[in-house]
């Protein structure tokens, strides 16, 4: 069955450090990969996305991706958080082919103390 | 290009009324998505069309649930007889021939 997994439910992480959230996917085919972003109340914001080419794929904000095709995996990371980025995050697989459903993880909120 | 509009943005309505929802694309776009968001969850997919045809729908979209885009442009969602367990944000998004998809802000649905 198509699915993503995200671990974390939550993470802290103060201000300037480093992040890296996680996401496993399984899927049967080539998949589409993506990663996106939701403040409370809102609806989500394209993060970025890896189709096929270079596996570190980089995106708004200063966050960056990389596709790990041997771990099923589609880690984000941002090399200095900002107080700004607190909010929850989605990983998503889709098809490769327009018009179909993604599948998201359960998302990972992230909060940042200071 | 304003981006994808979602309207009303919240209702409140008692057990058993019906509700619509409204979701206008962006303009070039043909394709547009629902999604229900419950909480601490992710989206899950309800419905997909390409131009005015439904092409996909989930088995989340029991039959009091009906989705419409007359003429490929904007789209309601209808639900009847809503039940509490309807109390979701119901996420819309479009794309064009590609893949990648862009929401609106969601109509936050509470069933008293």
């Known amino acids: 069955a198509q699915s993503v997994t995200q671990p974390d439910i939550h993470i802290t992480v103060s201000e300037g450090a480093s992040l890296e959230l996680r996401c496993n996917y399984s899927?049967?085919?080539?998949?589409?990969l993506f990663w996106y972003v939701q403040s409370p109340g809102q609806g989500l914001q394209l993060l970025l996305k890896?189709?096929?080419?270079?596996?570190l794929v980089q995106g708004i904000k200063g966050f960056e991706a990389e596709f790990k095709r041997s771990q099923s995996s589609f880690n984000l990371r941002k090399p200095s958080v900002h107080w700004s980025d607190a909010a929850e995050y989605f990983c998503?697989?889709?098809?490769?082919?327009?018009?179909?459903?993604?599948?998201f993880g359960k998302g990972t909120t992230l909060s940042v103390s200071s | 290009d304003t981006g994808v509009s979602q309207d009303p943005r919240h209702k409140i309505t008692k057990r058993g009324q019906n509700v619509t929802f409204r979701c206008d694309p962006i303009?070039?776009?043909?394709?547009l998505y629902w999604y229900r968001q419950t909480l601490g969850q992710g989206p899950e997919f309800l419905t997909y069309?390409?131009?005015?045809?439904?092409?996909?729908k989930s088995r989340l979209l029991s039959d009091r649930f009906s989705a419409e885009r007359p003429k490929g442009s904007f789209s309601t969602l209808e639900i009847q007889r809503t039940e509490q367990g309807d109390s979701a944000m119901y996420l819309c998004?479009?794309?064009?021939?590609?893949?990648?998809?862009?929401f609106g802000p969601g109509t936050r649905l509470t069933v008293t």
């Open positions: 069309f390409q131009n005015e045809a439904q092409l996909e």
């Open positions: 899927y049967g085919a080539t998949p589409y």
């Open positions: 998503a697989v889709g098809a490769n082919q327009a018009g179909t459903a993604l599948i």
């Open positions: 998004a479009s794309s064009w021939d590609n893949y990648e998809q862009y």
């Open positions: 303009s070039e776009h043909n394709r």
């Open positions: 890896y189709f096929s080419g270079d596996t």
